[in-house]
């Protein structure tokens, strides 16, 4: 079995964070995003992953290298243009050899590949789509199937109370390769809208796979923070990481009076005694956070400077940043790679500071 990861994106609802990182860089509790999926599927026995790039390819090639590291084989295929979701596994198809998995490059969930792989095999036809219930499914596309599974059509965001189901479309396929035979070559095609419906009207067997995992679109930074706390709670497990741990960086935690958990810290954290920080906190490598900083629900990258008296709170801030002595920084602020925020500023709640991206208060 191979496994597609889809790459390609320029995470332009990340922004400023993506300026800088590309969004399968962008960390989860301090290990890249596409590390964390590279982990999963090396848990369910699939080694071999084909990543369509195109963002900022090198930082992913920079750290992966061909896999051989971490016991995969990881072949690149770089998008000159975007190719959509469809159109992306058709540029790959030379490589594909066989059945194959399609992950969303922006998707975090439990999944659990090998019942997946499990399903597929006692449902047979041409693939297998994980679906999820939510609540309310207008913000996605939903997926109309029998009792015995067999996918029907899709409804592409209805409104809530006209929505034939709430089984939406999660982002994990299972695909027998003649799936290849139905796209389309060289030019921009989606799966959801173009290739899906050919597949049902053809007759061959669609299938759905609807599970309770968690499940969290990780495209914006609400979700991105959301997708922290429950890491930190442990309902998100992740397979390198307990709930509720410390990391590295734990030592740096000791002598602080106002700890509250959970807080992970990753390798050469400083935390001055009289600092107040978490819950819900991730600090990464090499950050320092001043005398008498609050630091509490948010997501701190590598080499980050939080000064003294600084207080942030439901903030995500890139690597390098510098928050100035007796800054705050509200709820639903992201401030991008290497920017300084002066002391004594304060930025309003959903700021976005960055390249590219001016100060709002």
């Avoid at 695909?175 to 173009?194: C, H, K, Q, T």
């Avoid at 930074?221 to 997708?227: K, S, T, V």
């Avoid at 639903?332 to 100060?359: C, K, N, Y």
Wanted: one cysteine or more; glycine letters at 12%; aromatic letters at 6%.
């Amino acid at each position: 079995m191979q496994a597609i990861v889809l790459v390609g994106g320029e995470g332009t609802r990340l922004r400023p964070l993506t300026y800088g990182t590309p969004k399968p860089m962008v960390p989860i509790a301090g290990v890249p995003f596409l590390a964390r999926t590279l982990e999963r599927l090396c848990h369910a026995g699939i080694l071999d992953v084909i990543l369509p790039a195109g963002y900022m390819p090198e930082a992913i090639v920079d750290y992966f290298g061909d896999g051989s590291s971490i016991g995969m084989n990881i072949t690149y295929v770089i998008e000159e243009t975007p190719l959509g979701t469809a159109g992306a596994l058709k540029n790959v198809e030379q490589y594909v050899t066989g059945p194959f998995v399609v992950l969303n490059g922006d998707v975090l969930t439990s999944l659990d590949l090998r019942k997946m792989m499990a399903e597929h095999e006692r449902k047979g036809g041409i693939g297998l789509l994980h679906l999820i219930r939510v609540e309310d499914p207008s913000a996605f596309g939903c997926v109309v199937h029998d009792t015995d599974g067999r996918i029907s059509a899709f409804v592409e965001k209805p409104p809530r109370e006209t929505a034939p189901t709430n089984e939406i479309n999660a982002g994990t396929y299972l695909f027998e390769r003649e799936i290849l035979d139905m796209i389309p070559a060289g030019r921009n095609v989606s799966i959801e809208r173009e290739t899906f419906p050919q597949i049902i009207a053809s007759g061959k067997g669609l299938y759905a796979y609807t599970t309770d995992d968690y499940w969290i679109d990780l495209g914006k930074p609400e979700q991105y923070l959301d997708a922290h706390r429950d890491v930190l709670a442990g309902r998100m497990p992740l397979l390198t990481l307990e709930p509720g741990a410390t990391g590295e960086g734990a030592p740096a935690l000791a002598n602080v009076a106002k700890l509250h958990l959970p807080v992970h810290a990753d390798a050469g954290v400083q935390v001055d005694p009289t600092a107040e920080i978490g819950p819900n906190l991730v600090l990464g490598a090499d950050t320092s956070v001043g005398a008498g900083a609050i630091v509490r629900d948010s997501v701190l990258w590598d080499g980050v400077i939080i000064e003294g008296e600084a207080i942030i709170e439901g903030a995500i801030i890139a690597s390098g940043a510098r928050i100035g002595r007796g800054a705050r920084i509200e709820p639903g602020s992201v401030i991008g790679h290497d920017t300084v925020v002066a002391p004594g500023e304060r930025l309003g709640r959903d700021s976005r500071v960055g390249a590219s991206a001016p100060i709002s208060r």
